[in-house]
């Protein structure tokens, strides 16, 4: 096996906010180490050599680990002038899985009977202590108690270099990948067809086909590996290769999962984590190594995977130099899991779908490169297949032997929102059941396989089932079952995407168990018809936006080219998400319209509806006037429930709902105001709360003084009011500024929250200054307020939050620790079906008392 080289550059260009806090991205690049020179030219390509600091150009130092770095430091440093510093290999290794496992909800996973169930790694108490088990050339095995806490308790010289090693030297096969595709089409159930016979004894050899009850071996468990060689009077040609391949695979991979589990069991230890060159995403490796620890711990173990297998020691190595994970207790500078989580965002790029973190094609240096790169490999691959898939001549072949995690400037803020003989019959287990009904498509939507696989339910995310029973019948076909597990393909695709670094970002402080937050209502991982009708809708959406984008940049040849590059981009990530729903770990429904808002960015589009919400801004704004005199009118109680249903009328404006973008065809914006606002007359709504909302409002009055103002209570009702607004034009404007208004009337503080980047016609911060500047023009109570500073989230007790997408595709079921209202209109008859057999355009008025302290 190759030295392996993990690298990444010593240095992060940063970016400030309005904090003076540093901003960056964390790129994954993977090359096989044999391919150095392609990393040296990619480097290149990218200027990632270059350092010019504040006092000019200087040399440029590397961190890198893995012994690569001491066998190519010369190369580095004759063609780049790149100087390598090596870092302790192990502790680069650790200190990367324990980041990533922090720093990414949805990193590591199971692997069972072709299903992908990813594990949940919320809080410290989730992670520590557990054991990493490396499977490179050799194996070690690391026990890992916390930050900074790690011992290499056992190993093993079985390994990859041993599956690599005894592959060449009986099949005569060179290249790493092709051994793993053939054993795939191994057999070790019955005689080969035309070549010879199995390899491995089974305990039915031993005892004429029969089970060994007694012990609970059954027949089909492998007594000894390559056994069966010994009573044969064959040569090797005599043998199929593929069979060699499937038997050396099953040797290495259920030695090193009981001794795994051995040493799991001796530390008291529960978590294993395995990676390392020899799996490699490859399917049916990592079913072998669940099923043995499944097997050696009788149900009370699973094998879990890492999404950035082979890139923990280039992060590794970053972090000696960027240590972004700072912000522990004193003592411990190390922060929780779910406070290093906060500052991360995964955006996947164009090319994920396409490669995995595989570099095809030159180096991307710019928008108008990136624009050629997808009509090359996606426009052409799309007229001959139909799909958007990477032309067969266009993909490369790199591997995982070495990585790299290459840090960029960032282009803006992040949105809030180690044996034992193997002679003893009961020294391996027996084959993992071949999965059944092939032709059926994906079960549970999480299988890592393609659309016509086969996916047996995985098992639960938070707890190992003790109810695990072991198959009698052997894995007679391996290539079926790889089929099954993985679309034909000979690795999983486990897309990568782009970390995006924001320091200042914290957990919200409100949420009242931020341990167990889960933000999206609709399980989209788990329900494959869901995923699917919601990927079918982001489909059909493509055209308008592909027209949007390019009118929002003037139109022209130069937009339009780059519109429609976006169009296949995004198609190619629904394509691959609708085909292995797994890829990109376990995105919800909020994670998938981000990524086409992303996918917009890294084509030039910074604000695609940037013109439509202007126009409605300007006539919301010239309506305003008006409305608040009319409300004015009306006494309090009257008042509060038209303020109500006009944030409830105002939220129907939403450019991401296909049934309201048909209503701008056949209205003006006050039309379409003023007609939602006679319907709403009528409740009571879907969910209807709004009564208790008013009576908490109105307890503000009890004490007040015969001939008080009866707008102006002694006390306000609340203190502190935060409003999470949805969109641009009516909602903002005529819903959210009258509401936020009266709260103030009624003496309350009020901070009003938005995007921070663009998304569909959703309302951003700086124009909802902007909206709130002009409004206090007309409204001297907005006015006055203006002049106001307030750190946000303190002392806060209502939280109002509005729109379909944060009060209901997410947050619908969230607590918190203080009042909440969730106001929103569904623009969707579906999920307004799903959720409360309720129809198109119903109302959610949810009024949630804060609970009380136990």
Not at 129 to 147: Q, T
Not at 234 to 257: E, F, H, T, W
Not at 316 to 326: D, E, I, K, Q, S
Not at 534 to 560: C, M, T
Request: proline residues 5%; contains cysteine; hydrophobic residues 40%.
């Amino acid at each position: 096996m190759d030295s392996e080289l993990d690298f990444t550059g010593a240095s992060i260009e940063e970016l400030r906010n309005a904090d003076d806090a540093p901003q960056g991205k964390l790129h994954f690049v993977k090359f096989e180490t044999s391919r150095v020179e392609d990393v040296i030219d990619f480097i290149e390509a990218k200027g990632l050599h270059r350092y010019c600091g504040r006092n000019g150009t200087k040399e440029m130092r590397v961190k890198a680990t893995g012994g690569g770095a001491y066998k190519y430091s010369d190369v580095f440093k004759e063609r780049l002038g790149v100087v390598l510093e090596k870092e302790d290999e192990m502790a680069c290794l650790v200190s990367g899985c324990n980041f990533l496992l922090k720093a990414i909800h949805h990193e590591a996973f199971m692997y069972e009977s072709g299903a992908t169930t990813f594990v949940p790694t919320n809080e410290d108490s989730d992670l520590y202590p557990y054991l990493l088990v490396n499977i490179g050339s050799g194996v070690s095995m690391v026990k890992v108690s916390g930050d900074n806490e790690y011992e290499r308790v056992s190993g093993s010289s079985i390994g990859g270099g041993t599956y690599w090693g005894l592959c060449r030297l009986l099949t005569q096969r060179t290249n790493f990948d092709e051994m793993l595709e053939l054993s795939m089409q191994g057999d070790n159930a019955s005689v080969s067809a035309g070549t010879g016979t199995r390899v491995d004894m089974l305990v039915g050899d031993i005892y004429g086909g029969r089970d060994y009850a007694a012990i609970g071996l059954s027949a089909t468990t492998i007594a000894s590996s390559f056994g069966k060689v010994v009573s044969q009077d064959k040569s090797l040609q005599d043998y199929n290769p593929a069979d060699m391949c499937l038997a050396l695979c099953r040797m290495v991979a259920y030695n090193i999962g009981q001794l795994a589990h051995m040493n799991a069991t001796r530390h008291g230890i529960k978590r294993i984590f395995f990676g390392g060159f020899f799996i490699r995403g490859h399917p049916y490796t990592m079913e072998t190594i669940s099923y043995a620890i499944r097997f050696w711990s009788k149900g009370e173990m699973a094998a879990m995977f890492l999404r950035h297998e082979g890139f923990l020691g280039a992060v590794g190595a970053f972090l000696t130099v960027h240590p972004m994970v700072r912000g522990g207790p004193p003592g411990n500078r190390d922060a929780p899991a779910r406070k290093v989580r906060a500052r991360f965002v995964e955006r996947f790029s164009t090319g994920a779908p396409l490669t995995g973190g595989e570099v095809v094609g030159p180096a991307i240096r710019d928008v108008s490169e990136r624009v050629s790169w997808v009509e090359k490999f996606v426009a052409a691959a799309a007229s001959t297949s139909g799909t958007f898939a990477p032309a067969s001549d266009a993909a490369s072949a790199a591997g995982a032997g070495g990585s790299s995690a290459a840090p960029a400037a960032a282009a803006g803020g992040s949105p809030p929102p180690e044996t034992a003989a193997s002679g003893a019959a009961e020294q391996q287990p027996r084959h993992p059941q071949q999965p059944q009904h092939l032709d059926l498509p994906c079960a549970s939507g999480r299988s890592s396989g393609g659309g016509g696989g086969a996916a047996a339910s995985g098992p639960s995310a938070t707890a190992v089932a003790r109810s695990f029973s072991l198959s009698d019948q052997p894995l007679s076909s391996p290539a079926a079952a790889a089929g099954a597990m993985s679309g034909g393909r000979q690795r999983m695709s486990l897309h990568v995407g782009v970390l995006h670094f924001s320091p200042t970002l914290e957990p919200f402080p409100l949420l009242a168990d931020l341990a167990s937050y889960e933000p999206n209502t609709l399980d989209i991982n788990s329900d494959e018809e869901e995923l699917r009708w919601w990927i079918g809708i982001l489909r059909e959406q493509i055209p308008v936006v592909v027209e949007k984008a390019a009118v929002s940049e003037g139109g022209g040849d130069g937009p339009n080219r780059r519109a429609q590059a976006f169009g296949r981009a995004f198609g190619a990530h629904l394509d691959r998400l609708q085909a292995e729903p797994g890829s990109y770990g376990a995105l919800g429904l909020a994670e998938l319209f981000a990524m086409r808002e992303e996918c917009l960015r890294e084509f030039g589009f910074a604000d695609v509806y940037r013109l439509e919400k202007e126009r409605e801004n300007r006539a919301a704004l010239a309506a305003l006037p008006d409305l608040l005199r009319e409300l004015d009118s009306d006494p309090l109680p009257a008042r509060l429930l038209a303020l109500v249903e006009g944030v409830l009328a105002a939220n129907i404006f939403d450019w991401g709902s296909q049934a309201c973008v048909a209503l701008y065809r056949d209205g003006t914006i006050l039309d379409i105001y003023r007609a939602a606002r006679e319907r709403l007359s009528k409740r009571p709504w879907a969910r209807d709360n709004f009564d208790a909302f008013a009576a908490r409002i109105m307890t503000a009055f009890e004490r007040a003084p015969a001939g008080s103002d009866p707008n102006t209570p002694p006390s306000p009702p609340f203190r502190r009011v935060m409003m999470f607004v949805d969109n641009s034009g009516a909602d903002a404007v005529l819903g959210m500024l009258p509401f936020a208004r009266e709260l103030l009337r009624l003496g309350c503080e009020v901070v009003m929250v938005a995007n921070s980047l663009p998304a569909i016609n959703d309302i951003t911060a700086p124009e909802l200054r902007s909206l709130i500047s002009a409004a206090a023009e007309v409204c001297p109570t907005i006015k006055a307020a203006r002049a106001a500073a307030v750190k946000a989230c303190a002392g806060v007790d209502l939280l109002v939050i509005e729109g379909m997408g944060r009060a209901i595709h997410t947050n619908f079921t969230a607590r918190f620790t203080c009042d909440v209202l969730k106001l929103a209109m569904i623009k969707t008859a579906r999920l307004a079906k799903k959720l409360f057999d309720g129809s198109l355009y119903d109302c959610v008025c949810i009024y949630d008392p804060a609970r009380p302290e136990a």
